[in-house]
């Protein structure tokens, strides 16, 4: 269904120069903008688009009307977010009708409020509760005791094993696995004893999964993901991690067991943080960066190498072989000065 550009500008409380009445029907990138469509300028480097856009209307901050004169525009502080909000205008979820497909196996215990969607193949088990609006996609497994809150929805095989419990509003992408038994392991002698992993998992309201994330069980108590946590698709969460509510995490990271990760932080792309320590509120950690100490105070954390080229990175990996001789040489250079004994 197609805006006004002025509802649109109203809807993100944007400030409009040129015309109101211009149709807006899909939202675009500048470099593939197309009439109909509304673009947006985040990145300073997509501006040597702006001449050549096809895009009825372009998002912008103030800073960039000038570059943008010509077009029809919707000035915004933050033109990323505005386009968010206008592609969830143009493009509301859609949720099925109501109902049970023939070929669902669903425990006669099971309570499933009468507005959810239970697709082909799927297995609910005994005592679980799903509540209304769920989508429940074709192939997931729901175990015994499970607890789906309203508006939720399990895309094609997610496995959500016994006792977890999910919020409002969550996404949950195929593949995901939630509830499965943390890596617990005791040494006895040359072998290892499994330990039962008896708590479970506890995800709150407005949370998203990406497909292939997989979410272990507690060994004694919950894992718990709170509110509005974003995770991307590939993510390893051990048993017993805490993560606070609204971070994001990319994908193929790896929090390692106990971790505890506060609220309102961001996790790079591979990033890997080791057990048992915690994360303060609001610290963001670069990708590819390994934790492995508590990070106390907000703020940006890196570790490791950038890319570089090759011959580069070859002449600093030579000159690393080298690093623990020429810190002794450094030493011992450093103590003969403090004796006054000089370097000749």
Not at 31 to 39: D, E, K, L, Y
Not at 138 to 162: F, M, N, R
Not at 231 to 258: K, W, Y
Not at 273 to 302: F, K, N, Q
Request: proline residues 5%; aromatic residues 2%.
């Amino acid at each position: 269904m197609a805006h006004r550009l002025a509802e649109l500008a109203e809807h993100v409380g944007a400030r409009l120069v040129g015309d109101p009445e211009v149709r807006i029907e899909d939202v675009c990138t500048l470099p593939h903008g197309r009439p109909g469509c509304i673009a947006f300028l985040a990145n300073p480097r997509y501006r040597r688009y702006l001449a050549t856009t096809r895009a009825s209307a372009i998002l912008v901050r103030e800073a960039d009307v000038e570059a943008a004169r010509g077009h029809h525009l919707l000035v915004v502080d933050d033109p990323y977010l505005a386009h968010a909000r206008i592609a969830r205008l143009l493009h509301p979820p859609v949720h099925p009708a109501g109902g049970r497909h023939p070929t669902a196996v669903v425990h006669e215990t099971a309570e499933i409020d009468p507005s959810a969607w239970i697709g082909p193949h799927v297995v609910v088990e005994a005592d679980v509760r799903i509540g209304p609006r769920c989508q429940i996609h074709a192939g997931c497994y729901l175990g015994e005791g499970v607890t789906v809150g309203e508006e939720s929805c399990l895309h094609p095989h997610v496995t959500v094993l016994h006792g977890v419990r999910i919020g409002r509003r969550c996404i949950l992408h195929p593949g995901a696995v939630i509830g499965s038994d943390g890596f617990g392991l005791a040494r006895e002698g040359e072998r290892w004893i499994k330990v039962p992993q008896l708590g479970s998992v506890r995800i709150g309201d407005d949370v998203e999964v990406g497909a292939n994330t997989t979410i272990d069980r507690g060994a004694i108590e919950d894992t718990v993901i709170e509110d509005g946590v974003k995770l991307d698709n590939q993510i390893q969460v051990a048993h017993n991690v805490r993560i606070g509510a609204h971070t994001a995490i990319a994908g193929c990271a790896g929090i390692s067991g106990s971790a505890d990760i506060g609220r309102h932080c961001m996790l790079g792309g591979g990033v890997g943080v080791v057990g048992h320590l915690s994360i303060a509120d609001g610290c963001v950690v670069t990708g590819m960066s390994m934790v492995t100490h508590d990070l106390r105070e907000p703020g940006v954390y890196s570790s490791g190498l950038p890319a570089l080229p090759n011959d580069k990175w070859n002449r600093i990996a030579a000159r690393l072989r080298h690093l623990d001789e020429l810190a002794r040489r450094l030493q011992r250079l450093e103590r003969r000065l403090d004796k006054g004994e000089g370097t000749s």
